[in-house]
């Protein structure tokens, strides 16, 4: 933004407060908005120059010495506000301590909580693999008895035919 103000001629905030707003919006890249808050920012640091500038350096003088009164008063004021900005900074540090020292139990607990589930899952997973494995061994049992049945089935058709069939060829020689 500066080298764009100082590629169009403005080189001091002075110059940048004495520019219109519709001069600043001429500018490339300057809009109405940032072009009225650069000239509030211009005028408005100009202005604290000038009372800087007219404000008397050090402190006021009673018959020629420094009012130690006003600046004890301001020192005392000052260290005032120093203590209660100190006991307010201690009061957040303290509370700040507390609330990770909870979040800190917290997380411990969580811990804890979270190593007996992985027990627990392992405990569960070895459980399911056993009765897997008696539910497999069960079901081949059943399968070979099955198997077993339908072989004494078939023996027994192809042996009754086998002997209806030679009683047959009996009578037939007959």
Do not use: W
């Not at 100009?46 to 009012?67: C, F, S």
């Not at 072989?151 to 009683?167: F, P």
């Amino acid at each position: 933004m500066a080298k764009i103000l100082l590629a169009n001629g403005v080189e001091t905030v002075e110059a940048l407060a004495a520019f219109e707003v519709a001069q600043l919006r001429s500018i490339p890249g300057i809009g109405t908005n940032r072009a009225a808050s650069l000239k509030e920012a211009a005028r408005t640091h100009t202005e604290d120059l000038q009372r800087a500038k007219a404000a008397p350096a050090g402190p006021k003088r009673v018959n020629g010495k420094p009012d130690a009164g006003r600046a004890a008063a301001r020192t005392r004021t000052t260290q005032a506000e120093m203590d209660a900005r100190l006991a307010e900074a201690e009061a957040a540090r303290a509370a700040a301590e507390e609330k990770a020292a909870r979040a800190e139990a917290k997380a411990l607990k969580a811990k804890r909580k979270a190593a007996s589930l992985a027990v627990e899952f392992a405990a569960a997973q070895v459980k399911a693999k056993q009765k897997a494995k008696k539910v497999k061994a069960k079901a081949k049992k059943a399968i070979e008895r099955e198997k077993a049945k339908a072989k004494a089935i078939l023996d027994g058709k192809y042996s009754q035919k086998g002997k209806a069939g030679q009683k047959k060829k009996k009578k037939a020689k007959k």
